[in-house]
Every structure is written in C-alpha cells, then in structure tokens.
C-alpha cells in the first residue's frame, strides 16, 4: 500500500492506494494525475481536500469491498448476504441497492446533500477512466470512492457498461416515513412490481410535483436501481413510506376529506368528473394497480374508481395510464390555473 497525505488551506485530504500493475499502467497513470491534483491546487484538488475523501484503487475483483456491487450471475452469495444483513440490521427503515449510471449517481448526490437523512451513501465504485470527468460529484465527506479499470469493473458487476456510465453507488434508499407525514396530492403504488413502471411513473409524479408517496410492500422493494435508471434519478425528490394495510390509510384519509381515487378501466366516474373537483380546490390521493390484477379489493372498497376515455384498443399500460391521471388531477387545480 502506498499513503499519499497533503495539506492546504481548507484542510487535508487523503489519497489511498492497493498497489498498481506497473509504471505507465492506467492505475499508475490515475494515481499519478490524482496526485496531481491534490499537490497542485487546482479545484478538483480543493473539492478533495476540503471534504476529507478517500479514493482506493482496487485491482483485486475478490477484494470485500466490492461484494455487495455483483450482480447474481457472478456474486459470492456468503459474503454478499453478510454484508446485506448488516446494512439492513443497521438501517432498518431503508431497502439497500446499488444504483448505477452516471445521470442517475449525480441525481443521487445532489438529494444526498439537500437530504441527507432520505438517503445513505455508503460507497462508490467508478472506472478509472471515467474518474477524471466524475470526481467534483463523487468525493464526499465519509463516502469511499473505489476506483478500478473498467474491465475489472464489468466483471464484479458481472454486466459490461457503456465507458461513460460505469459509476456506482451503494445505497440504503428509500427510507420509510410514517405514513402520517405524508401530505397531498398521495400517490400510491398498490403492489406495482415492475421497476421500469415504477420508475416512469415516479419520474411523472416528480415532474408534476406529487412527492408523496405510500406503497405496499412490494412495491417498495421494487424502488430499486432500475426504477432509478428508468425515472432519470427523478424518484430521489420523493419521500416514501410502506404500509400492509392499505385499507386502514385509505379510509383515514377519505375521512379527513381527502378524496380517494383509484385508476381502473372500468371506473365508476369519467376522469373528467374527478378533474372538476381538482379545480374546485379539493386534496386527493391516487392509487393505481398492479401490472396484472388492477387495484387491491382493499382499496377499490374505499377509492372512487375513474375511467380514462379512449376511443379504442387494450387497456393502458400503468405507466402511461398512471400519466394521464396525475396530469389531470394535478394540472387542473387551482394552483395551475395561470401557467402555460
């Protein structure tokens, strides 16, 4: 191991390294430029040494640190399911994922930032070629950045990535809120597994300004790093909680005054109808169902089920169908009366 320390005004950083192949190797070549940096002043440099980072060049694809970030193909299950089980009795309240991309990491840290108690980072992991143009994102207080050639990368991951997307992040997200600290517009995900409908609806309710969110079981385990992939890291901005018992929130709800809504193809009232009591000032919930099977019997007991009119064809896919709903409810409200 080779130990690099420097020192400016804004403080110290620290540079540590798993030994390089050989001089003029691409490990080498990063250790060299990174040194750079932090001697030099420059304002990568400043980032590093004022958040007290660590950045670990790894050429071991066995090394621990990098459990948790394989796919099933190529995982070490013992020390994978070891490492999971000690993260989740640490953090009970949050799902641990690893979420990739470098849009979707960026995103990441920039809520981690505003938000920090809504999302733990507890590691990165980066291709040294991609380093040069992530590091003023990736470096930040008391989060490891373990950096690699991108060959090695795509073999513990067990997946090859495009070069510019090769950037990791090993996360406790979502974390559970009470569900009575959620305020509306509610949006809520009533056993919608697909993580790709997941994603495109939380981008849509993002977008519109929906962030509360309710969600049964498996749709929370669902909120994963494909569901970030598909939002373009848009679910960042909500804020999650986890209930078994959707009827019991429903109704406390509905007796508050909220109005209940529930997207289903057969619905007891046009979306019209429902849009009208948007602009009339009215606070709603929205639940929308499963791929297959729709809505929960225990929420079309409590929802008033709206239809979306179409001229013809199937029935609408959740996501889109999840779309036309929220824009409906939430761009006819009086708050949007003025806006283009």
């Not at 509306?184 to 994603?199: A, K, Q, R, Y």
Request: overall charge positive.
């Amino acid at each position: 191991l080779k130990w690099s320390q420097c020192s400016q005004g804004l403080g110290s950083g620290e540079l540590r390294w798993m030994s390089a192949k050989k001089p003029g190797s691409e490990l080498a070549m990063l250790q060299g430029r990174l040194w750079h940096r932090c001697a030099g002043g420059a304002r990568p440099a400043s980032t590093l040494c004022r958040t007290r980072c660590t950045a670990t060049l790894v050429t071991d694809p066995e090394d621990n640190r990098l459990a948790l970030y394989s796919m099933k193909s190529v995982r070490r299950f013992k020390e994978y399911e070891r490492q999971r089980r000690h993260l989740l009795a640490e953090y009970p309240d949050y799902n641990v994922a690893v979420h990739s991309s470098r849009k979707v990491v960026e995103k990441l840290v920039d809520h981690w930032q505003a938000s920090s108690d809504d999302v733990v980072i507890h590691s990165m992991l980066a291709s040294s070629s991609l380093y040069d143009q992530i590091s003023h994102f990736v470096h930040r207080p008391g989060v490891p950045v373990l950096v690699a050639e991108k060959e090695m990368v795509d073999e513990v991951v067990g997946l090859r990535h495009r070069r510019e997307n090769a950037v990791f992040a090993l996360v406790s997200f979502p974390r559970r809120a009470d569900p009575d600290t959620l305020t509306p517009p509610i949006l809520v995900l009533d056993n919608v597994s697909s993580s790709e409908n997941l994603g495109a609806i939380l981008r849509t309710a993002a977008g519109l300004g929906v962030f509360s969110i309710l969600a049964t079981p498996l749709s929370f385990n669902s909120v994963n790093s494909r569901a970030a992939r598909a939002s373009a890291g848009n679910l960042y901005k909500c804020r999650y909680a986890c209930t078994a018992d959707l009827r019991h929130h429903l109704t406390k709800w509905r007796d508050a005054g909220l109005s209940i809504y529930a997207a289903d193809e057969t619905g007891d009232i046009c979306l019209d109808e429902a849009a009208a009591a948007g602009r009339a000032g009215g606070s709603w919930v929205l639940v929308v169902g499963a791929e297959r099977g729709g809505v929960s019997g225990a929420a079309l007991d409590v929802a008033t089920t709206v239809r979306i009119p179409q001229m013809s064809g199937d029935t609408l896919n959740v996501g889109h169908a999840a779309a036309i709903v929220l824009y409906t409810l939430r761009c006819t409200g009086p708050e949007y009366a003025n806006r283009g």
